[in-house]
């Protein structure tokens, strides 16, 4: 398999750190969404990573969709979320609050970067639901008695949620406070901490310095 997409995007971070646990072996192809654009459009018209290419020349977009597939090929024994019912829901719940956390952060960046004159309202937007949303995620992680979230090892939720905080750190240091938010801290220095958290590491660059 090849994995396209540079690792300082937390949705390819995401996928990069789930195929190592499970051991599926991937080439690496670090494109950039804006210097790459152009081949990238090739596998995925959207221009827009993880894109993940199968033994078989498929072609898989969007990083929740890529993980469905590699949770199908791991089995159920290994998987990495729980198979069915309200566990399952759960776990789904805290990544789809942690992707859209980071949706939300890079449409920040974008904002910025990227624009002569960015959108103080859109500005505001953001900022209002990524602080919203890790005010929840802090609530939430502050009620689990176990070392990640739904028990003794790192799961979906676990992984999405450590990428987001490592993006937020790197790409918006103004709006990181370890300190508000104590139990997020912990379980992203817990997550950054193993082995295969420290194997898939990029620092966050600009895109308008990537271009």
Known sequence: MILIGQYDS??????????????LPYEHWPWSTFGDA??????????????????????????T????????????ERRLIAPHGTRRRAMLRICALASGLCDKMVSLVYEQLLHAAPS???????????????????????GCATP???????????????????????????????????????HAARCEGMEVFRAVVQPFDSPRRRS
């Open 10 to 23: 937390p949705f390819v971070r995401r996928v990069a750190i789930a195929m190592r646990l499970y051991a």
């Open 148 to 186: 990640f979230w739904f028990g003794g090892t790192p799961g979906h939720a676990d992984i999405t949620v450590a990428c987001a905080l490592r993006f937020l750190a790197e790409a918006h240091p103004a709006l990181h406070a370890p300190g508000r938010n104590p139990h997020l801290a912990a």
């Open 38 to 63: 152009e081949r990238l459009a090739g596998y995925n018209p959207l221009r827009r990573v993880p894109t993940l290419i199968l033994p078989d020349g498929e072609v898989l977009i969007d990083s």
């Open 65 to 76: 969709a890529i993980l469905d597939h590699l949770d199908e090929l791991a089995g159920e």
């Open 120 to 142: 103080e309202a859109w500005i505001t937007r953001c900022t209002a639901q990524i602080g919203g949303v890790l005010d929840v995620l802090e609530a939430e992680r502050a």
